[in-house]
């Protein structure tokens, strides 16, 4: 089948009913679809899919129209609105007797249920057959293959929980579209398909295959996003000018522009943000040039690749205040466009409201935006065209996923009642118990939970059944209620156990969880925690690498596979897992500490250098000396690090690194010793063997008194007269003989000042003598070319 993008249905203004050729494609371009006229076809689609006989080619484009309108309608009905016809459709689907199959059932995946608010199931389902058996005619229809795309994206959307299957399905497609791409002679087309292939991967938390995609169409679109900081102010009262981030938009060809929104989507006008009406913030950045305060002018397709680079970014960098200062840019962006496709504003809002609800002074706007993001679902003034336009790039959500963010906001707000209403609306029956254990009124969720089993009953509602009543036995239903195939119901039995610390018993639940659906995020983190507990080190190096591939921006779990492999004796690997937990986390003063420790075992010696100078700058007395005698004396030493390379190259950190140290902990004798094994010359030993000398005897104020103690200091002053007398002979270039000088006098009071300590003793110990005596030859000797040097 030849492209033709009107089969794409990205509606826009820009696309006349006269260039569409097919009445069918003309009907679904008006969005006119009602269900008299589907009870008079789809019943032939439905009989026609199940056969085995080929399709002609009629027969294969007036199947794919049926299931792009079932699918559209679908859609509709569960995540753009609006739902004025749902009841007709519902009304349909209750009478279409040849359907005698359960929807619900069979669009189950990996034991994972549909969401109870999801609408026309049956619609979906048929959609999925048509295209399943398109497929199998013709194997090489670009179509086809992106309209199954969305069908696998759509059917993921309305599950409670990511599942395996359809990522492999996904997957599968998107690596088949991304072969074919060239296929596309139309720009802005060849980017609606990257786009939709990014977010389908960015469903799965897959930054990185999201990104390399991004990365991709910008490089065919020749589009640079550039984030550049310019003086600004954020609050009215600000008299000085900061550096503000900006987003800035750069089309390096002037050729195969997308059309400017205007074109595309100028009959549509868009929400705007509510007014923050604060007294203090400003309602936007203002920046000190009048330029950056226009915001650019995005076409409809570099406004949803501007989403899907907001969220991919979103989803793969820490949470915390600096990284949202970095989405901001992007995401004003969008919010003051004048003209573009509902979706990506309705997207951009709730993104907002997600940034925002964090912050004191706009926290109250989040949940009013919120608000008129969930009544906008149901708001006449937009027409079904305007709400598919561009929806597929948009990044469609759910229509109880907004409830359910709308809740959460209600919930920090403290309005938990209001909150509570919507989630009894919406089914949310986690959520329910949430509230009810909050308001302190537990016994009232067991009550809603068997009222709505009595109705029908779930997995779900046996296992929250569980949850409210602490009854194991009511996970026990929930699996057999599966025929033991909920993924569900061993997770939360699983759960069971883990809250009171059963690990033994709840990592059977786990491991069967987990296999049946392999994409739960939480229980292989919970797997490998319970592993770690009981020791478990293999099963956890097992479940938290796992992890890590599913979720590799979470520090901790880097951590704990990291302790993992050192238990079992893979230091190598250990030292590689935590280099990544610091990306994730690089303030985590712990998860340094342990970088340093295996670094230092593993020979990596640079590594554990760069991580003792970030645990100086993260707790203010940090001090190994431990550390700094393995990694000083291996690089002095010339030791070859854990690549094999001589360590030479690190000298000068290593000499950094002891002058920090000497500075900040200078009365530690250890220190300048330390430093003395590092010096170059035999003078710069000398002067640190001094103030190691001066350290060590304002430290230990009775050392001549004591043995071992004055027997250390006779070391020290020996070391440090065999060097300065060296040093007359063996200086370097830029060291003058009034340097030398100096220090043979500095070399002279330590001797005497030591000498003169033991001698006052009245008790001389037989051990030092030998030293003493070698000390005593040696000031002799400087004191001689003391002489010597002052005669001349």
């Not at 709505?452 to 026990?476: M, S």
Request: with cysteine; hydrophobic share 40%.
């Amino acid at each position: 089948m030849c492209l033709n993008v009107f089969y794409l249905c990205n509606f826009n203004d820009k696309v006349t009913e006269k260039e569409i050729e097919n009445d069918h494609l003309k009907r679904i371009w008006r969005c006119e679809w009602s269900p008299i006229h589907l009870e008079n076809s789809l019943q032939q689609s439905w009989e026609s899919a199940h056969k085995s006989a080929p399709l002609t080619q009629e027969e294969s484009d007036e199947f794919l129209l049926k299931a792009i309108e079932l699918l559209l309608i679908f859609t509709q009905n569960n995540f753009t609105g609006p739902f004025d016809q749902l009841g007709e459709f519902k009304e349909f689907i209750k009478n279409a007797h040849f359907l005698n199959t359960d929807a619900a059932t069979e669009l189950k995946e990996n034991g994972e249920e549909l969401n109870p608010n999801v609408n026309l199931a049956e619609l979906l389902l048929i959609a999925r057959w048509i295209i399943k058996k398109l497929l199998e005619n013709t194997e090489d229809s670009m179509i086809i293959h992106w309209w199954h795309l969305r069908c696998l994206c759509i059917h993921q959307h309305i599950l409670d929980g990511l599942t395996s299957n359809l990522y492999k399905m996904i997957e599968r497609e998107a690596e088949w579209l991304l072969t074919h791409v060239d296929e596309i002679k139309n720009k802005e087309y060849e980017a609606l398909l990257l786009l939709e292939i990014a977010n389908a991967y960015l469903q799965f938390h897959r930054c990185e295959k999201s990104q390399n995609v991004l990365e991709t169409l910008c490089e065919r679109l020749q589009i640079d996003l550039n984030v550049i900081g310019f003086l600004g102010v954020r609050t009215k009262f600000q008299q000085k000018s900061l550096p503000q981030l900006c987003l800035m938009v750069e089309q390096n060809n002037s050729e195969n522009v997308p059309p400017p929104a205007v074109e595309t989507n100028g009959d549509t006008e868009l929400p705007k943000l509510l007014l923050l009406e604060d007294d203090t913030r400003l309602e936007r950045i203002k920046f000190i040039d009048p330029k950056h305060n226009d915001i650019m002018t995005l076409p409809s397709i570099l406004q949803a690749l501007v989403l899907a680079k907001v969220r991919q970014l979103k989803r793969s960098t820490p949470k915390d205040r600096l990284a949202d200062e970095q989405l901001e840019p992007y995401i004003q962006t969008l919010l003051y466009q004048k003209y573009g496709p509902l979706q990506v504003r309705q997207s951009a809002l709730l993104l907002n409201c997600l940034q925002e609800s964090n912050q004191r002074r706009t926290v109250e706007r989040s949940w009013k935006q919120c608000e008129k993001a969930v009544m906008l679902l149901s708001n006449s003034a937009y027409t079904v065209k305007d709400r598919f336009s561009y929806a597929f790039a948009s990044f469609l959500q759910p229509k109880w996923h907004i409830q359910l963010q709308l809740c959460d906001l209600l919930i920090s707000l403290g309005m938990i009642k209001t909150a509570l209403d919507i989630y009894l609306e919406i089914q949310a029956w986690e959520q329910v118990i949430t509230c009810y254990t909050i308001l302190e009124l537990r016994h009232k969720a067991a009550e809603v939970i068997h009222r709505e089993l009595q109705k029908k009953p779930t997995v779900l509602l046996h296992c929250l059944l569980g949850d409210a009543t602490d009854d194991p036995t009511c996970y026990k239903t929930a699996w057999e209620f599966s025929e033991l195939t909920s993924g569900k119901a061993q997770a939360h039995w699983g759960n069971y156990h883990f809250r009171r610390k059963e690990y033994e018993d709840a990592i059977p639940h786990y491991e069967r969880s987990v296999k049946i659906n392999s994409l739960q995020e939480k229980i292989w983190l919970r797997l490998g925690y319970a592993a770690i507990m009981l020791e478990k080190w293999e099963l956890a190096v097992h479940a938290y690498i796992t992890y890590t591939h599913l979720e590799p921006f979470g520090f901790e779990s880097w951590n704990n596979l990291a302790k993992a492999l050192i238990k079992l004796g893979d230091k190598q690997r250990a030292h590689k897992v935590l280099n990544e937990s610091l990306k994730c986390n690089f303030n985590n003063w712990k998860v340094w500490e342990n970088f340093l420790l295996v670094s230092v075992d593993t020979g990596n010696f640079e590594d554990a250098i760069n991580a003792y100078n970030r645990l100086t700058e993260l707790k203010v007395n940090f001090f190994d000396f431990e550390v700094l005698s393995v990694v000083i004396t291996a690089i002095a030493e010339g030791k070859p690090d854990a690549k094999g390379q001589a360590p030479e190259r690190l000298m000068k950190k290593a000499i950094n690194l002891m002058g920090h140290q000497c500075i900040k902990h200078g009365s530690e004798a250890k220190i300048w010793e330390l430093a003395a094994v590092l010096a170059q010359t035999p003078l710069k030993k000398a002067d640190k063997l001094v103030k190691a000398f001066r350290a060590y005897t304002a430290k230990e104020l009775l050392w001549s008194s004591k043995q071992p103690y004055a027997l250390k200091a006779l070391q020290i002053c020996k070391q440090l007269s065999q060097h300065s007398l060296k040093a007359i002979t063996d200086h370097a270039s830029d060291e003058s003989e009034v340097m030398i000088t100096s220090q043979l006098s500095s070399a002279r009071l330590a001797d005497q000042a030591c000498l003169r300590a033991i001698e006052k003793e009245a008790i001389q110990f037989p051990e030092n003598l030998e030293e003493l005596k070698e000390v005593n030859i040696l000031l002799e000797k400087i004191n001689e070319n003391i002489k010597q040097r002052m005669s001349k």
